[in-house]
């Protein structure tokens, strides 16, 4: 990244996009400060790593915003000893952070290309406690439940899919509702069939491929 001094581009990320964006999280900002966002975004936007937009990573998939995924980040709350599903890979830059919060991370990515990307990036990022699948995460359930189920994208609601590899206490993040008007909830299991739903601030995010979608007839 030619004419710029990276290291105090993404100091102002932190500063000026997601501080002031009611982030109290002393990790998360940490962790998005020092992982190289530059790193995971395609060469071509790179000059674009720190800006406050979603960055095209390829297929028509972006790279949300600095400051929806530190928000994110922080709503998962993530414990050092929690296993991880990610829904979305993309690049892998939300993988690596919360691969540095996480014991392990599983994340799917259904794009082969991203997936292979991702496992390039996070590899010289020196991140080994992921596992990178290229698979379709509205059709494959991973073995073993989850502390945390992140989702890269928004769906129309919780699948259950999703929901069902949550262990007792887990917690779903991610953004749900169809535009203009979508949510950042966290869904955590309180039973073996139940489960709680907050919904605290408002964003719009491209949708994840092959969740169920809102129907396009209108009256």
């Not at 290309?113 to 992921?130: D, P, S």
């Not at 964003?203 to 009256?219: E, I, M």
Request: net charge neutral; glycine share 6%; aromatic share 6%.
């Amino acid at each position: 990244m030619p004419l710029i001094d990276v290291e105090q581009a993404r100091a102002n990320m932190v500063s000026q996009q997601i501080l002031p964006w009611n982030m109290a999280h002393p990790l998360v900002l940490h962790l998005m400060g020092d992982v190289k966002r530059e790193d995971f975004v395609p060469r071509a936007y790179r000059s674009l790593a720190f800006a406050d937009i979603s960055v095209p990573i390829s297929h028509g998939q972006v790279m949300l915003t600095p400051a929806v995924q530190a928000r994110l980040l922080q709503d998962a709350a993530v414990r050092p000893t929690d296993r991880v599903l990610e829904v979305g890979t993309g690049t892998g830059f939300m993988t690596a952070v919360l691969a540095h919060m996480a014991q392990s991370v599983v994340s799917l990515e259904i794009n082969h290309q991203l997936a292979a990307t991702a496992r390039v990036n996070l590899q010289r990022a020196g991140i080994h406690n992921c596992d990178i699948q290229n698979v379709d995460g509205a059709l494959v359930v991973v073995p073993g439940a989850f502390d945390v189920i992140v989702l890269g994208g928004s769906v129309l609601e919780a699948p259950a899919i999703l929901l069902d590899q949550l262990k007792e206490g887990g917690r779903l993040v991610g953004i749900l509702g169809d535009e203009p008007l979508m949510q950042a909830s966290v869904i955590t299991r309180t039973g073996s069939a139940s489960f709680s739903t907050v919904s605290s601030w408002s964003t719009v995010a491209p949708a994840l491929q092959n969740f169920k979608r809102a129907s396009t007839f209108r009256f």
